[in-house]
């Protein structure tokens, strides 16, 4: 079945510590985002790539850095400087940027303790 | 600057009843509407979504939402609400020319009374 896998589901870090959250996505779409979704505030663009090794920031980018070296991968990294990373986080894609629709993964519960 | 409001944060209806969620958004130009409905700890899935012509249009699960472009509304709704449609539902517009974002609106929480 064709979809978007995000892995952990559940990720626990000590603070001060970079964590990578993955995504991965057998839909061959050109585009991948990052959403960080927090109650009562709807979903906020952190980075997205509409093309292999190409990838710019959304609204949100300080503290998290992306790559895209594979079309179906786009890993997120929150690093230290990301003042409150608890939060739950949403991989997508589109067949490509200008396309109409996303589909999203199941999301990663990051906690940062 | 484009926006989505979504101005009823929780609804609450009985088993069912009839269901109306609103969205109102702002969009320089035609905007590609959509609805997505979200399960407690989990992804979006996709209801429905506008792009042009008819303004009424039909999603999954039984929902339809319709665009009126004089009261720059989205609103989706339902005849019949079951209990399994508890759930937060999100409006979103977009992508945008040129920065290719979608804008999600701050979602509605759904309840559903037995």
């Known amino acids: 079945d064709g979809g978007i896998t995000q892995s952990p589901k559940y990720l626990f870090r000590k603070e001060g510590q970079n964590v990578t959250l993955s995504c991965e996505q057998n839909?061959?779409?050109?585009?991948m985002y990052w959403y960080r979704q927090d109650p009562g505030q709807g979903l906020r663009l952190i980075y997205y790539?509409?093309?292999?090794?190409?990838?710019q920031k959304g609204d949100i980018a300080e503290g998290y850095s992306v790559s895209r070296e594979k079309k179906e991968s786009f890993p997120l990294t929150v690093t230290s400087a990301q003042k409150n990373p608890t939060a739950f986080y949403l991989c997508?894609?589109?067949?490509?940027?200008?396309?109409?629709?996303?589909?999203f993964g199941p999301g990663t519960r990051l906690t940062v303790l | 600057a484009q926006s989505v409001t979504q101005p009823d944060i929780h609804i609450t209806v009985s088993e069912g009843a009839s269901l109306e969620l609103r969205c109102n958004y702002s969009?320089?130009?035609?905007?590609?509407l959509f609805w997505y409905v979200q399960s407690p700890g989990q992804g979006l899935q996709l209801l429905l979504k506008?792009?042009?012509?008819?303004?009424l249009v039909q999603g999954i699960k039984g929902f339809e939402a319709e665009f009126k472009r004089s009261q720059s509304s989205f609103n989706l709704r339902k005849p019949s609400v079951h209990w399994s449609d508890a759930a937060e539902y999100f409006c979103a517009v977009g992508p945008s020319s040129g920065t290719y974002k979608y804008i999600f609106g701050t979602g509605t929480r759904l309840k559903v009374l037995a």
């Open positions: 969009y320089g130009a035609t905007p590609y």
């Open positions: 506008y792009f042009s012509g008819d303004t």
């Open positions: 997508a894609s589109s067949i490509r940027a200008s396309s109409y629709e996303q589909f």
């Open positions: 790539s509409q093309i292999v090794n190409d990838f």
């Open positions: 839909l061959n779409h050109d585009a």
